[in-house]
């Protein structure tokens, strides 16, 4: 099993990214959520797939980011816009149904 980021960067305040997650492996692309961690913070939920069949966001990223998936290429998305300076962490994809993580994508948002 293995989760690959992708297309973290450094952008200025109000630009956009759109960050990839390129799973291989026994794993189950509807299953799978976005974390971030900040400078001295705690890692948090950005965004997750539910059992459901619903995605659910972070208050703080409401709609401004938007989790999206391609099941053809087992990759799963999330595009940033409006990003603001305290969208700045290491963002990772999680596969909550087997436990894994991803090694990490940084994204810096600064003028």
């Known amino acids: 099993v293995q989760l690959r980021e992708s297309g973290g960067d450094w952008v200025q305040p109000g630009g956009s990214l759109r960050l990839s997650c390129a799973a291989s492996?026994?794993?189950?692309?509807?299953?799978m959520a976005w974390y971030r961690q900040g400078p001295g913070k705690q890692r948090e939920l950005v965004a997750s797939?539910?059992?459901?069949?619903?995605?659910i966001y972070a208050d703080s990223v409401k709609g401004r980011f938007t989790a999206s998936r391609d099941i053809t290429k087992n990759t799963m998305y999330l595009q940033m816009n409006s990003l603001k300076p305290e969208d700045t962490a290491v963002y990772y994809c999680?596969?909550?149904?087997?436990?894994?993580w991803g090694q990490g994508t940084q994204v810096t948002v600064s003028s």
């Open positions: 999680y596969d909550w149904y087997g436990g894994y």
């Open positions: 492996g026994a794993i189950d692309i509807h299953k």
């Open positions: 797939f539910t059992r459901g069949g619903s995605t």
